[in-house]
């Protein structure tokens, strides 16, 4: 979708396109569909990592305790929203073998236990060995260190996403 079609939009159909940029959180879409105009994918972007970064602690592990485990509980019942189900198929974590995804589990479950919110990270960038070797030293993180580099993936999770759905040539396509 082009950029103006994307300025175009009433805010229903906006918040229809990209409500899922953060994961179940459509909070994020609705709040900056205010910034129209946007002047490109980027512009779009920043106005959602602006409203994140703008949200009490409380609200920024919100959206973090919104995202799915890595090949967890909803992954294995068929419940991801699409755009995660092909994520964590890019990233190899749908076809781990016992052994790995048994340590994915049992870490998963660590980091749980300790922050009170999943490990996130762009699984897009991030391939099954580094995910589990992201994973196996975020654990020795402290609380606030999570939160932003939770949130620091996050926004590249949406970043991508908004590559999928809007039209960036010419537009760097890393942060
Ligand atoms: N837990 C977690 O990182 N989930 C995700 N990462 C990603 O790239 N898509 C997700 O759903």
């Known amino acids: 979708m082009q950029v103006s079609k994307v300025n175009a939009l009433d805010y229903e159909e906006f918040i229809e396109v ?9 909070l994020c879409a609705a ?3 205010k ?11 920043e106005e959602i990592c602006r409203f994140i970064d703008d949200l009490p602690v409380a609200g920024r592990e919100g959206i973090l305790r919104c995202h799915p485990d890595l090949a967890g509980r909803l992954a294995r019942a068929g419940q991801l929203t699409k755009e995660s189900k092909r994520e964590q198929e890019a990233a190899g974590v749908t076809s781990l073998t016992p052994e790995e995804s048994q340590r994915l589990d049992s870490m998963n479950h660590s980091y749980r236990e300790k922050f009170g919110f999943p490990f996130v990270i762009c699984a897009r960038r991030n391939k099954k060995e580094a995910i589990l070797e992201g994973l196996r030293t975020r654990l020795n993180n402290s609380l606030e260190a999570e939160v932003e580099k939770g949130i620091m993936e996050v926004k590249n999770i949406c970043y991508l996403r908004l590559l999928d759905l809007v039209d960036h ?7």
Do not use: K, Y
């Not at 409500?19 to 179940?24: A, L, Q, R, W």
């Open 31 to 33: 709040a900056v569909w």
């Open 18 to 26: 990209f409500g899922n940029v953060i994961e179940h959180c459509p």
């Open 169 to 175: 040539e010419g537009v760097e396509s890393r942060l």
């Open 35 to 45: 910034h129209r105009p946007f002047s490109d994918v980027r512009h779009l972007h």
